[in-house]
């Protein structure tokens, strides 16, 4: 995710100080790794988007798209921990917050995208075209599953508590997001679908939902380009609309 400042409190997460730009070259690594993968799957998301899909040119740029965000999530924990831990600016920690707060909300939906395609068979999916809305049973999930969308819900609850109680209001409103995405995942795990298709929609949610992030980034990033503020809440908030 970028760099940005909202009010009084330094939220640039990713822009070290002067001795940890020098002297950390696993930093820059890890930054560098988090770039190239917002890259590849901001390049790639939208081919899924209009191509028909489980064809092959859904699937392909699909997969470039999934291992893109795994490694933007990836090495956004990895930042977020070592920006809270060891750089030493004021408000910076809360840049980290933000920061794994996202790394999960990311997560969680590319892996319910994911996962929902791999145990839709035996759970009234489109493979199954003759079973009534009676014979559907529920996803088949795992605790890895029910698990990260927890994480979410929970993080998401953590992020608005420490929004509102630290007056940013950025902070309270993206929380939003991970609300409504961990609550749906935890629904669609846990309740009997209603809908043969109901693996499909919950794909394309999630996989819609963890293309905020890397369009939000690149909005804020190039918002200057634009002759918008980067702290704009429009500019973090339009992707989501």
């Known amino acids: 995710m970028p760099e940005v400042t909202v009010g009084p409190r330094d939220l640039r997460h990713m822009r070290a100080t002067k001795a940890v730009a020098q002297n950390t070259p696993m930093f820059k690594t890890l930054l560098a790794i988090h770039i190239a ?4 799957a901001l390049l790639s998301m939208f081919v899924p988007m209009l191509t028909r899909k489980g064809g092959r040119a859904h699937r392909r740029p699909g997969w470039v798209f ?4 795994t ?3 990836i090495t956004a924990l990895m930042l977020s921990g070592w920006r809270f831990y060891f750089d030493p600016r004021p408000g910076v920690r809360t840049g980290a917050m933000f920061l794994f707060y996202v790394a999960i909300l990311t997560g969680a939906g590319v ?4 996962r929902v395609l791999r145990v839709r068979h035996g759970s009234g999916s489109s493979a199954q075209p003759a079973a009534s809305q009676a014979q559907l049973q529920p996803a088949r999930w795992s605790a ?7 994480l979410l819900l929970a993080t998401s609850v953590g992020m608005a508590v420490y929004g509102v109680s630290q007056r940013v209001p950025l902070l309270a409103a993206f929380s939003v997001i991970g609300l409504m995405s961990g609550g749906s995942q935890l629904a669609y795990w846990l309740r009997t679908p209603t809908h043969r298709m109901h693996w499909w929609f919950q794909h394309m949610g999630s996989m819609l939902g963890s293309a905020i992030p890397a369009t939000t980034a690149f ?3 190039n918002a200057d380009r634009f002759g918008a503020p980067n702290g704009s809440l429009v500019i ?3 992707p989501t609309i």
Not at 66 to 69: D, F, L, P, Q
Not at 144 to 150: I, K, P, R, T
């Open 219 to 221: 909005l804020v990033v």
């Open 66 to 69: 999934v291992a893109g965000m």
């Open 144 to 150: 890895w599953d029910v698990g990260l969308s927890a």
């Open 236 to 238: 973090w908030l339009a």
């Open 37 to 40: 993968g917002g890259s590849a």
């Open 71 to 73: 490694l933007v999530s």
């Open 111 to 114: 892996s319910t995208g994911v």
